[in-house]
């Protein structure tokens, strides 16, 4: 397994997770549906929404098979797909200079995205500060459709 524990910029709201070779936009992919699971995509790319618009905590999971469920540990969890061609991932907030956002070698092909989403309660009156948490688990597996396992209350 490899473990990374990252603090990104979610400007507008989001951060990214692509292969580095893909040149999908996620700005059309914000439908009504994207937006209420917190979760867009487009080919080679998942855009994961964010209840503030600061440096969040992000830990990302590179496993080799699917992980354990433990929805009731968190607010929300949605799954994707992830294809990755490049064998390179990168992790980055939307407007991070690209040449320097988090890379993680990987073997190529299709990857499963878990993000779940903890704390989103928590934030301060005026949404600044607030113990909101991210994590992504990623390993190889079958594509499929996104998926929402636990729904944030609304």
């Not at 600061?54 to 999971?61: D, G, N």
């Not at 540990?73 to 991932?89: C, F, N, Q």
């Not at 320097?100 to 989403?117: C, Q």
């Not at 949404?127 to 190889?140: C, T």
Request: net charge negative.
């Amino acid at each position: 397994m490899k473990s990374f524990d990252l603090s990104l910029f979610a400007d507008y709201f989001q951060f990214y997770i692509q292969d580095e070779s893909a040149t999908g936009d996620l700005s059309e992919a914000w439908t009504p549906e994207a937006t209420d699971r917190l979760l867009a995509i487009v080919p080679g790319m998942v855009g994961i929404s964010t209840v503030r618009n600061m440096h969040v905590p992000v830990s990302v999971q590179v496993l080799e098979r699917e992980p354990d469920h433990d929805s009731s540990d968190w607010d929300h969890v949605v799954e994707a797909s992830l294809d990755v061609a490049s064998g390179r991932i990168v992790i980055a907030g939307c407007t991070d200079y690209f040449p320097d956002a988090m890379r993680i070698e990987t073997e190529p092909g299709t990857y499963r995205v878990r993000v779940s989403y903890g704390a989103l309660d928590t934030l301060s009156e005026d949404g600044l500060e607030g113990d909101d948490h991210y994590r992504l688990q990623l390993w190889p597996a079958p594509s499929i459709a996104v998926r929402v396992l636990k729904q944030r209350p609304t």
